[in-house]
């Protein structure tokens, strides 16, 4: 049974805090305890609460005191030398006996001058927070949250209010919680003592540079987002993790990982990070750049990210996808890892034997190549290197297999545990069998082979459900952080490895799992589990009968043609093409297929009443024109209705999902052509060149470019 709450209680008389009605006065300084101790003859502390009635007594207690003490004062102060003088010169001035005992008038007690001003103000209250009526967890408003509101909002806030300490940051208001503060009163009365106070801190923060605003945590949320990717309360928990960095006279640790996180977040200069933040010499953007760097490298990263900080019991637990056991049958205590090279560009270098080894022949360019290592829901497990240009991706993962201090066999250790990988780790496969452990990756044609048959290409498509994770990490990283979009200076070389540890760790910490919600659908999984199976039947019957030999008349596609062909809403089509992947793809197709006038540019013809023959025309070659087959039951409504399909493209045997271009016939025929707008990936950018019929030429060599 949990223990019940216990409320602190009046020093005077014994009432609890939870009894006492009306207004309550907190012991907020040793000064205001001492005296009231001797106004109420009884020990008052540091943080007790007075009751309304002991309050009240107080006051009466003190004023009766100073009232004592200022008449005693006037009655025993000593004339003047002039008044002495005149009383024993003048006759008349002496008093008789029978005179009346003559009474100094006594002085009143100092007032504090009060000013009205013309300024709009909240509710004057103390018992309730005056920005959403609570009465519950309130603390005093601090001085520069009433400054911040009074300079920003216009607003003032009377001394004594009270609010929610989670409308606060840093003493000070969330700029989003200004506007829930409610007009009471279009004038408000304070003293000249606050007055005094408010107009000098606001002439000392008048001419402050948004550095300084970002140092006292005053810029917006949606702003400092737009600067780091991150929310103040993000930043903050990022702040206590650097444990070893401290505060200087320059900077405050806040103010030097804003400027850093600005920095991943543009890819900007340093003389334009200076500019836009005012920072005094753009040389410090590279000083709080290494401290950060520094910090990360010995507080933070050593037990939150890499292969040796992970544990693989919560990996298998909480960062595995379900698809494993369902569609590959991988045992649950078996621990699985996606893994893939990228490239990050930089300059050309003037060293020749570096130069040689980091030109991508395949890319064309001067390029290193982090490894990354993540789990099948995107956490990043590790990122190793960078490596030279010049290794491909089976021999960078053997290396890391040979080396025991990287970690990941120490991690990957029992058997039966699961790499999964693209085609481009072909050449270590063999190794990582004869290792026990299985490998997934899409299957490789055969020579002289043009196509991959039914099951090859399903169970590509059962990996690829798996392996597009770390594909979406990477594209995640350098769409967030341009750091990496742009071309990397070489003096950043040395720490490339550092800063993509550093980025990998932001998007674990504050990052969202990647999911596959589609293929885990259940309708979805038996829909691919059902057709695993199943051979594709139009292809053989395609082969056989000679149709993509036999010359056929093809007509022009209109969205008045094949009226009989099954209709589908979208959560058909993405059960039809497992997945949204084609569903991007598919709209891309359709844009490049659709003329002007919205009409469908494809060629069609009909082998039989039911059986459908398109010409679709590859994305990746300009001369290359694909048949599709498409068996359909007319007048049908769902997925149910698309009977069986194929392609004449490397990938068009599949029976589970489609390839992009039967995709595109069947979401025009299906979806698309009932819309009233079908949408234009990027349409103004089709003839952007072809104004005037001129023709834009851009000299490499010219200095002006």
Partial sequence: MANSKVYKKCPVCGLPENRMVGYKQI??????????????????????????????????????????????????????DSQEST??????????????????????????????????????AHNYCCLCRTRTGIVNIPFEARQQAFVEKEIFIPQGNRCCHRHLIKKRIYVEELDNLKIEAHSCTTTAEDITKLLKAISITSDRELHDRIGDFSISKDRIRAFTGLSWEQIIELKEM??????????????????????????????????????????????????????????????????????????????????????????????????DGTYLKHQKSSNNEYQRKSYSGHKKLPLCKPFTICTTNGLVVGILGPYYAKENDARILKKILDDNESGLKELMCKEGDVFILDRGFRDVKSQLENDEYQVLMPAL????????????????????????????????????????????????????GLYCRIVCFLINQFGKRLITTACSDNEVLR?????????????????????????????????????????????????????????????????????????????????????????????????????????????????????????????????????????????????????????????????????????????EDSDED
Avoid at 38 to 59: E, F, H, M, N, P
Avoid at 89 to 116: C, F, G, H, L, R
Avoid at 616 to 632: F, M
């Fill in 527 to 699: 829909y691919i589990l059902d057709k695993n199976s199943k051979e594709n039947s139009l292809a053989t019957e395609v082969r056989a009968g000679k149709y993509s030999r036999k010359s056929s008349l093809f007509v022009r596609l209109t969205s008045a043609d094949i009226q009989d062909f099954p209709e589908m809403t979208m959560k058909d089509l993405i059960r039809l093409f497992t997945g949204t992947y084609q569903m991007k793809q598919v709209i891309s197709y359709l844009a490049e297929m659709m003329g002007e006038t919205n009409e469908f540019n494809v060629g069609y013809c009909k082998i039989s009443s039911d059986l459908l023959k398109v010409e679709v025309k590859s994305r990746h070659r300009e001369n290359t024109v694909y048949k599709c087959y498409i068996h359909y039951k007319p007048e049908t409504l769902g997925c149910a209705g698309i009977l069986r399909y194929y392609c004449e493209c490397p990938n068009g045997e599949r029976t589970i999902g489609c390839c992009s271009h039967v995709a595109t016939v069947i979401y025009y025929l299906s979806y698309a052509r009932m819309q009233s707008y079908i949408i234009k990936p990027a349409e103004q950018l089709t003839k952007i060149y072809e104004q005037d019929n001129t023709i834009p030429v851009i000299e």
């Fill in 87 to 124: 009383s024993s010169s003048d006759p008349s001035s002496q008093t008789s006996k029978n005179d009346p005992v003559y009474s100094p008038q006594q002085v009143q007690p100092a007032v504090k001058e009060t000013i009205e001003l013309p300024f709009k103000r909240v509710v004057s």
């Fill in 242 to 339: 650097m444990v070893s960095l401290r505060s200087t006279a320059n900077r405050t640790v806040t103010q030097a990982l804003v400027v850093f996180l600005f920095r991943l977040q543009t890819g900007n200069s340093n003389e334009m990070i200076c500019s836009i933040l005012g920072l005094e010499r753009h040389q410090q953007v590279s000083e709080f750049s290494n401290f950060i760097l520094n910090s990360f490298e010995k507080d933070v990263l050593p037990s939150r990210f890499g292969l040796h900080a992970v544990n693989r019991e919560d990996l298998i637990l909480n960062h595995s996808s379900n698809l494993l056991q369902k569609l590959h049958g991988i045992s649950d205590n078996n621990l699985a890892l996606v893994a």
């Fill in 445 to 496: 044609k055969g020579k002289n082979e043009k196509q991959l048959s039914a099951e090859d290409a399903n169970k590509s498509r059962l990996v690829t459900i798996l392996r597009w994770v770390v594909e979406a990490v990477h594209g995640n990283v350098a769409q967030k952080y341009k750091f990496f979009h742009h071309q990397l200076d070489n003096r950043y070389l040395p720490a490339a």
């Fill in 27 to 80: 012991i907020e300084t040793d000064g205001e305890a001492s005296s009231l101790s001797d106004y109420l003859t009884t020990t008052v502390v540091l943080g007790d609460i007075l009751c309304r009635k002991c309050s009240g007594i107080a006051r009466l207690a003190r004023s009766k005191k100073r009232k004592l003490e200022e008449s005693k004062n006037v009655v025993n102060t000593p004339q003047s």
